[in-house]
């Protein structure tokens, strides 16, 4: 069996497009992780100003405490749905290169075994016990890739849970400090 410049060509142009694609999925990422960012440091300037503002209005201590008290509980909950929008972001972008890479390896496994189909054909007697052993290697790396994908699926999930975990006794302590 012989490769034709015609198939190096199409393994390197299927290449670049799976590269192409990663790399606009992490800009997409990193895109709305910057505007993220900026929004949310935008929001804190501006109430820092408003507390500023409030904090020179102060004319006594208990007033003090008071609005300090105040911006306390608020902080927290925007700390949370921050890092639940950081979350939020980076499950997506590892979804969509996952999502990359699993196609890749679905139409990598499929030219594998083609190539090996042909070069059985073409082989001498015998040979097909090395190709037997080759496709069960395969199988078995997929069937590993899959049980990592499912262990990485349960950690998200347990990831997911302890976070509204989180947000459920944020929001009792807020409704106890009421």
């Known amino acids: 069996m012989y490769v034709t410049p015609e198939q190096v060509v199409a393994s390197n142009k299927a290449g670049m ?7 606009h999925a992490q800009f ?16 804190i300037f501006e109430e820092s100003i408003g507390h500023t503002k409030a904090l ?18 608020p902080t ?9 929008s ?10 969509e290169v996952t999502k990359l890479f699993e196609g890749q390896a ?8 083609s190539m090996l ?3 059985a054909k073409n082989a001498p007697a015998g040979s097909d016990v090395a190709v037997a052993a080759v496709k069960s290697a395969l199988a078995a790396a997929n069937s590993a890739y899959d049980s990592l994908t ?5 950690a998200t999930e347990i990831a997911e849970a302890n976070f509204s975990a989180a947000t459920s006794v944020t929001k009792e302590v807020k409704k106890k400090a009421a």
């Open 17 to 23: 497009e799976a590269v192409i694609a990663l790399a």
């Open 28 to 43: 997409a990422a990193f895109e709305r992780l910057s505007a993220l960012n900026f929004n949310t440091t935008k929001a």
């Open 56 to 73: 020179l209005g102060v004319k006594d201590v208990q007033e003090l405490v008071n609005l300090n008290a105040a911006v306390a509980q």
């Open 76 to 84: 927290i909950e925007k700390a949370l749905a921050y890092s639940r």
């Open 86 to 95: 950081v979350y939020d972001v980076a499950n997506q972008a590892q979804a």
């Open 106 to 113: 679905t139409e990598y496994n499929k030219n594998v075994v």
């Open 117 to 119: 189909d042909k070069v």
């Open 150 to 154: 499912k262990v990485t699926k349960q």
